[in-house]
């Protein structure tokens, strides 16, 4: 696993060259965004990475973006999320799930190792999850502490 956002950036594009793609402004911005929205939620929908690229001097349309992330998720360089009923991406270069508030869509990773025993369970029943990095994994939707107190 990389640590820094700027070596998380760096091994994608490595992945990229390998894959015969180019370091495009788009493909590094998305990268970028991708690699700064650690810790909390640590995902962006296409809209939220589309405005940020924008604000950041990127001109780039919404169609690049969605090109730029299909691409991203083929080659397991990142990962999707459905929140709702819209999808999220981030980063696949470290293994880990997610906990999801089905209420506000606040998200949590949730480390690779805490997730083990429902993964061998998977396993002992014939479903062999996908290995780290690929853009899959556990995500367990509920609702979070504030939406359960918030009055309805």
Not at 32 to 55: F, I, Y
Not at 95 to 119: F, N, Y
């Amino acid at each position: 696993m990389t640590t820094s956002e700027t070596d998380r950036v760096t091994a994608a594009v490595r992945r990229l060259r390998r894959a015969g793609l180019r370091n495009t402004a788009a493909r590094r911005g998305v990268l970028d965004l991708l690699a700064h929205a650690v810790g909390g939620r640590g995902h962006l929908t296409v809209t939220e990475l589309h405005h940020a690229l924008l604000a950041r001097g990127v001109a780039v349309e919404l169609s690049t973006v969605h090109r730029v992330l299909r691409q991203l998720v083929e080659l397991g360089i990142a990962h999707t999320v459905p929140v709702g009923r819209t999808t999220t991406f981030g980063l696949a270069d470290d293994a880990h799930h997610h906990a999801v508030c089905g209420t506000c869509g606040d998200m949590r990773q949730l480390p690779a190792e805490t997730v083990e025993a429902s993964l061998a369970a998977a396993r002992a029943v014939g479903i062999d999850p996908d290995p780290p990095g690929q853009p899959s994994g556990v995500v367990v939707y509920g609702r979070c502490a504030g939406c359960r107190t918030a009055p309805r």
